[in-house]
């Protein structure tokens, strides 16, 4: 079965640092997949999406960036965070006609 | 472009009760999927059902069916008999039938259940 791993799960950043979070699927090949952020009580928006190694759509002008270097491994990064970055970023793959599955999510804070 | 709305912000049921979540969608495709989510405190995303526009019967898992009416682009959630562990913020989700297409979301109804 396919399970997806995200980490870390709970994340303190001064501002100004780097960022790197984490994704790899299991269990399936050539997923789509995501990253979204999620501001406390609100909805789901979408950062990135990529269908193959190398290929990232960005659907958010900001300061963070995704890559790929891997069929089943997605990272989110930034140089340098904003104090606006702060939020619950989730990870998630999807099939061709399969739903999204979701990672367990980082909780990132931005001091 | 395609959008999904949930038109109640927040609801509430009384445990063991029935409620049904609302939620419509704009698309000018014929084949898509639909899915509701649910969002517990612990803020992990879970899937609670799904359906294919191609099929007419409506989804059911256990206490959760869906009422899907097509031609009024109409994808209501109804939870039957609900528990405490039902409260949550569930969002309803739409995807196109091409490969690589993104999921839309609405923004969310909070449901809290009262014992």
């Known amino acids: 079965s396919q399970t997806i791993h995200q980490w870390p799960a709970t994340l303190v950043q001064p501002v100004g640092s780097p960022l790197s979070l984490e994704c790899t699927v299991e269990?399936?090949?050539?997923?789509?997949l995501y990253w979204y952020r999620q501001a406390a009580g609100r909805g789901l928006q979408l950062l990135f999406y990529?269908?193959?190694?190398?290929?990232i759509s960005s659907e958010v002008p900001q300061n963070l960036s995704a890559s790929r270097p891997q069929d089943r491994q997605f990272i989110l990064s930034s140089k340098k965070l904003l104090l606006s970055d702060s939020g619950f970023y989730l990870c998630?793959?999807?099939?061709?006609?399969?739903?999204?599955?979701f990672g367990n999510g980082t909780r990132l804070t931005v001091t | 472009a395609q959008t999904v709305t949930q038109s109640q912000p927040e609801m509430s049921v009384q445990e063991a009760e029935t409620v049904t979540l609302s939620c419509t969608y704009d698309?000018?495709?014929?084949?898509?999927?639909l899915f509701w989510y649910k969002q517990p405190p612990s803020r992990q995303m879970i899937l609670v059902i799904r359906?294919?526009?191609?099929?007419?019967q409506n989804a059911t898992e256990n206490r959760f069916s869906v009422n899907f009416q097509k031609a009024a682009k109409s994808f209501s959630l109804k939870i039957s008999d609900s528990q405490l562990g039902d409260a949550a913020m569930y969002f309803c989700?739409?995807?196109?039938?091409?490969?690589?297409?993104?999921?839309?979301f609405g923004p969310g109804t909070r449901l809290s259940v009262l014992p």
């Open positions: 998630a793959w999807a099939g061709t006609v399969s739903p999204l599955h």
């Open positions: 269990g399936t090949s050539n997923p789509n």
């Open positions: 990529s269908v193959g190694i190398g290929q």
């Open positions: 698309t000018s495709e014929s084949d898509y999927y």
């Open positions: 359906q294919e526009a191609y099929k007419q």
């Open positions: 989700a739409y995807r196109g039938d091409n490969y690589g297409q993104n999921f839309v």
